[in-house]
């Protein structure tokens, strides 16, 4: 039988690639979908929150596990409950929402490849904060975060290892909770007790962090780091820009400063975060000029005695 030479492949011909369907048109809202039902894991709950209706919700979750190639939740008696792959799509999920809405207000963007969030309130107070490399901490950077850093090294991260216990009286310590992170230890020397004084500091042991204005998303984005720190069981620099009281009802204070974050372990090896800050030395966040550096009260220092 004849057969046309277009349709006879040549033997060592390589197979024509896959090609990649885009991603949907409607990928943020059915991620938003997907989140608000984790959330509630209740079908309508999550329409209510979301101003939607069954069918567009229910919609969302099958385009997403088509596309996706796995199932999101189970579904028994009517109730739903998330997958394993649910389970792990979700923090991602719900992180792509919070960037994403803070992208879209100008709020955060990358600078030379370093997360960078900003955020300014109309009564002028403001939040900068930028990830730094870690060649920072030697190009000039501050002795005790130096020290921190090799005394971290040196102890594998266990707390209570000699090799951080000169180091303990700069450091915050926090631990994971339901409430969020709490904070768990305030050394004597640490630059958050020259900011606030030594009996407001003790005070904040036991206590959340603080919640800044800008809304619960906002709130998301500043627990990133201690977040990424967890998971890597590695360290981060960051450095802050912003305005805080010194006392209670006070004016807002310019402040700069450098925060190292360190995983860490407790006696028992449970996870603990530990930070060292020192205030700034220059100011390397993008868009941010030095004026908060002649501003910042001279007090506002750690003393390293090495």
């Avoid at 929150?49 to 069918?55: A, K």
């Avoid at 996706?68 to 991602?92: H, Q």
């Avoid at 920072?136 to 090294?153: C, E, K, N, R, V």
Wanted: charged share 25%; glycine share 8%.
């Amino acid at each position: 039988m004849n057969q046309h030479m277009s349709d006879i492949a040549p033997v060592d011909a390589a197979p024509k690639p896959r090609q990649k369907e885009p991603a949907p048109a409607l990928l943020f809202e059915m991620i938003r979908s997907f989140v608000t039902l984790a959330s509630t894991l209740n079908l309508s709950h999550a329409v209510a929150q979301l101003s939607s209706t069954r069918q567009t919700v229910r919609r969302h979750i099958q385009q997403l596990e088509d596309t996706m190639g796995a199932a999101l939740f189970s579904i028994e008696n009517r109730r739903y409950s998330l997958t394993k792959v649910g389970i792990e799509a979700l923090p991602e999920a719900r992180d792509i929402l919070d960037r994403g809405k803070l992208w879209l207000d100008g709020k955060t963007r990358h600078a030379d490849g370093m997360l960078r969030l900003s955020h300014e309130e109309p009564n002028g107070w403001c939040f900068h904060q930028q990830q730094q490399p870690l060649s920072l901490i030697w190009d000039g950077g501050s002795p005790m975060l130096q020290a921190a850093l090799q005394a971290w090294t040196q102890s594998q991260g266990e707390l209570e290892s000699e090799a951080f216990r000169a180091m303990r009286p700069y450091m915050l310590v926090y631990r994971d909770s339901p409430n969020g992170w709490i904070c768990t230890e305030v050394g004597e020397k640490s630059f958050y007790t020259q900011w606030w004084g030594w009996s407001n500091a003790r005070s904040s042991i036991g206590r959340p962090l603080k919640l800044f204005p800008g809304g619960p998303e906002f709130e998301n984005m500043l627990n990133f780091p201690f977040r990424e720190v967890e998971a890597t069981y590695g360290v981060r620099l960051d450095e802050v820009v912003t305005q805080i009281p010194r006392e209670e009802g006070g004016a807002p204070v310019p402040l700069a400063y450098k925060r190292l974050l360190m995983a860490g372990r407790y006696p028992d090896k449970s996870f603990a975060l530990i930070a060292a800050v020192d205030r700034s030395a220059s100011v390397n966040i993008v868009g941010v000029d030095e004026t908060f550096l002649r501003e910042m009260p001279l007090d506002a220092k750690v003393t390293f005695g090495g």
